[in-house]
Protein backbone atom coordinates (compact mmCIF):
# COMPACT_ATOMS: atom_id res chain seq x y z
CA UNK A 1 0.00 0.00 0.00
CA UNK A 2 1.18 3.62 -0.99
CA UNK A 3 2.46 5.54 2.55
CA UNK A 4 0.95 8.92 2.54
CA UNK A 5 1.65 11.00 5.45
CA UNK A 6 -1.15 11.15 8.19
CA UNK A 7 -3.49 14.40 7.25
CA UNK A 8 -2.27 16.56 10.13
CA UNK A 9 -6.43 17.47 10.84
CA UNK A 10 -6.67 13.12 11.88
CA UNK A 11 -3.40 13.71 14.35
CA UNK A 12 -4.90 12.85 17.64
CA UNK A 13 -3.09 13.87 20.78
CA UNK A 14 -1.54 11.16 22.33
CA UNK A 15 -3.51 9.09 25.14
CA UNK A 16 -1.45 8.19 28.15
CA UNK A 17 -0.24 4.30 27.14
CA UNK A 18 0.77 5.90 23.80
CA UNK A 19 2.80 8.28 25.37
CA UNK A 20 4.28 6.19 27.88
CA UNK A 21 5.24 3.38 24.97
CA UNK A 22 6.33 6.33 22.57
CA UNK A 23 4.39 4.76 19.64
CA UNK A 24 2.93 6.86 17.18
CA UNK A 25 0.66 6.57 14.45
CA UNK A 26 1.95 7.53 11.32
CA UNK A 27 -0.81 6.76 8.35
CA UNK A 28 -4.39 6.20 8.95
CA UNK A 29 -6.94 5.65 6.07
CA UNK A 30 -10.13 3.82 5.41
CA UNK A 31 -9.29 0.36 6.57
CA UNK A 32 -5.94 1.17 7.20
CA UNK A 33 -3.39 1.76 9.76
CA UNK A 34 0.15 2.27 10.72
CA UNK A 35 2.21 3.09 13.56
CA UNK A 36 5.48 3.42 14.44
CA UNK A 37 7.86 2.72 17.89
CA UNK A 38 11.54 2.99 18.43
CA UNK A 39 12.93 0.22 20.17
CA UNK A 40 13.90 1.78 23.35
CA UNK A 41 15.52 -0.43 26.44
CA UNK A 42 12.30 -0.01 28.84
CA UNK A 43 10.56 -2.03 25.62
CA UNK A 44 12.64 -4.92 26.50
CA UNK A 45 12.41 -8.48 28.47
CA UNK A 46 14.89 -10.43 30.38
CA UNK A 47 16.30 -11.54 27.55
CA UNK A 48 16.87 -8.41 25.66
CA UNK A 49 14.17 -8.35 23.07
CA UNK A 50 10.77 -5.99 22.99
CA UNK A 51 8.10 -8.10 25.70
CA UNK A 52 5.80 -9.81 23.77
CA UNK A 53 2.68 -7.47 25.25
CA UNK A 54 4.20 -4.90 23.34
CA UNK A 55 3.93 -6.23 20.00
CA UNK A 56 0.19 -7.54 21.44
CA UNK A 57 -0.48 -3.95 22.08
CA UNK A 58 0.32 -2.44 18.75
CA UNK A 59 -0.98 -4.96 17.15
CA UNK A 60 -4.16 -4.75 19.28
CA UNK A 61 -3.88 -0.96 18.54
CA UNK A 62 -3.43 -0.78 14.82
CA UNK A 63 -5.84 -3.06 14.21
CA UNK A 64 -8.17 -0.76 16.41
CA UNK A 65 -7.80 2.26 14.30
CA UNK A 66 -8.35 0.70 10.59
CA UNK A 67 -11.52 -0.02 11.84
CA UNK A 68 -12.33 3.22 13.29
CA UNK A 69 -11.07 5.83 10.57
CA UNK A 70 -13.91 8.57 9.54
CA UNK A 71 -11.51 11.03 7.82
CA UNK A 72 -13.52 13.59 9.94
CA UNK A 73 -11.89 14.81 12.80
CA UNK A 74 -15.09 16.30 14.51
CA UNK A 75 -17.03 12.48 14.15
CA UNK A 76 -14.22 9.84 15.86
CA UNK A 77 -15.53 6.42 16.08
CA UNK A 78 -14.20 4.20 18.94
CA UNK A 79 -13.84 0.56 19.07
CA UNK A 80 -13.36 -2.38 22.08
CA UNK A 81 -11.86 -5.32 21.36
CA UNK A 82 -13.31 -8.74 21.71
CA UNK A 83 -10.78 -11.03 20.51
CA UNK A 84 -6.93 -10.98 19.88
CA UNK A 85 -5.13 -13.82 18.41
CA UNK A 86 -1.08 -13.15 18.35
CA UNK A 87 1.28 -15.13 16.78
CA UNK A 88 5.15 -14.14 17.63
CA UNK A 89 7.17 -15.23 14.52
CA UNK A 90 10.45 -13.40 15.02
CA UNK A 91 12.88 -11.14 16.83
CA UNK A 92 13.28 -7.67 15.21
CA UNK A 93 16.52 -6.83 13.56
CA UNK A 94 16.45 -3.09 13.39
CA UNK A 95 15.47 -0.13 15.45
CA UNK A 96 11.94 0.47 14.51
CA UNK A 97 8.89 -1.40 15.39
CA UNK A 98 6.21 -0.67 12.29
CA UNK A 99 2.64 -2.18 12.91
CA UNK A 100 -0.01 -2.21 10.01
CA UNK A 101 -3.43 -3.08 10.43
CA UNK A 102 -6.16 -3.87 8.20
CA UNK A 103 -9.64 -4.11 8.11
CA UNK A 104 -10.71 -7.54 6.66
CA UNK A 105 -14.84 -7.47 7.27
CA UNK A 106 -18.15 -6.84 9.48
CA UNK A 107 -21.00 -4.65 9.54
CA UNK A 108 -23.01 -2.06 11.58
CA UNK A 109 -21.98 -2.70 15.48
CA UNK A 110 -18.76 -5.14 14.96
CA UNK A 111 -15.64 -5.26 12.33
CA UNK A 112 -12.57 -7.93 12.07
CA UNK A 113 -9.08 -7.25 10.81
CA UNK A 114 -5.19 -8.47 10.49
CA UNK A 115 -2.32 -7.21 11.37
CA UNK A 116 1.48 -7.91 10.90
CA UNK A 117 4.68 -5.99 12.85
CA UNK A 118 7.80 -5.67 10.51
CA UNK A 119 11.07 -3.22 11.42
CA UNK A 120 12.47 -1.33 9.02
CA UNK A 121 14.99 -4.19 7.87
CA UNK A 122 11.35 -5.79 6.44
CA UNK A 123 11.77 -8.52 9.13
CA UNK A 124 8.85 -10.29 10.30
CA UNK A 125 7.95 -10.18 13.88
CA UNK A 126 4.15 -11.05 14.62
CA UNK A 127 1.07 -11.58 13.33
CA UNK A 128 -2.29 -10.83 14.91
CA UNK A 129 -6.16 -10.64 14.39
CA UNK A 130 -9.33 -9.78 16.17
CA UNK A 131 -12.59 -8.87 16.48
CA UNK A 132 -13.85 -5.62 17.75
CA UNK A 133 -16.71 -4.11 18.70
CA UNK A 134 -17.99 -0.51 17.63
CA UNK A 135 -18.71 1.50 20.84
CA UNK A 136 -22.56 2.50 20.85
CA UNK A 137 -21.74 6.10 20.65
CA UNK A 138 -19.22 8.10 19.34
CA UNK A 139 -17.31 11.31 20.15
Known sequence: MAQTPLDPALDEAPYALQKHLGFRLTHWDEDFARIELPIEHYLMNRAG???GGIYATLLDTV???AGCYTGDPA???LALTLSLTTNFLSR???QTLI???TR???GK???FAESTITDETG???ARGSGAFKYRATTL
Open 75 to 77: HKK
Open 49 to 51: IPH
Open 92 to 94: PKG
Open 104 to 106: TGG
Open 63 to 65: MGY
Open 109 to 111: STF
Open 99 to 101: AEG
Open 123 to 125: EVI
